[in-house]
């Protein structure tokens, strides 16, 4: 399986930043498109910006123009810049990865979503 461990979040002051971190052991799947999801109490998990393989991001429009979402192939890491923080993006934010594996000689594949834990981000007023 692949573990996603996420790091980065805490609390921070309206208009701040922080830079939120994820890491995948891949243990034996190849890792393809990537992306940070949010929930904040009482409301649904929610896309916050995804990354291909190939680096082609995309980015919900409530944080667009505010975080960046990037990754590292090299050593399987996914990052998320936030700048401007507002209260309203106050939430946990999760990690996934959609991975595939070969499975036998011939070649065939599987193919699963991972989560990571999550990491609280607060943002105070």
């Known amino acids: 399986q692949v573990q996603l461990v996420e790091s980065g979040g805490g609390l921070v002051q309206y208009g701040g930043s922080l830079t939120l971190s994820c890491t995948a052991s891949r243990r034996g799947f190849s890792i393809n498109d990537m992306a940070w999801y949010r929930q904040a109490p009482g409301k649904q998990r929610e896309l916050v910006a995804s990354?291909?393989?190939?680096?082609?991001?995309n980015y919900a429009d409530f944080v667009k123009g505010r975080f960046t979402i990037s990754r590292d192939s090299a050593d399987n890491t996914l990052y998320l810049q936030m700048n401007n923080l507002r209260p309203a993006d106050t939430a946990v934010y999760y990690c996934?990865?959609?991975?595939?594996?070969?499975?036998?000689?011939?070649?065939?594949?599987?193919?699963?979503?991972?989560w990571g834990q999550g990491t609280q981000v607060t943002v105070s007023s």
């Open positions: 990354i291909t393989v190939g680096g082609a991001s």
């Open positions: 996934r990865a959609e991975a595939t594996k070969v499975v036998n000689v011939e070649g065939a594949k599987i193919s699963k979503v991972f």
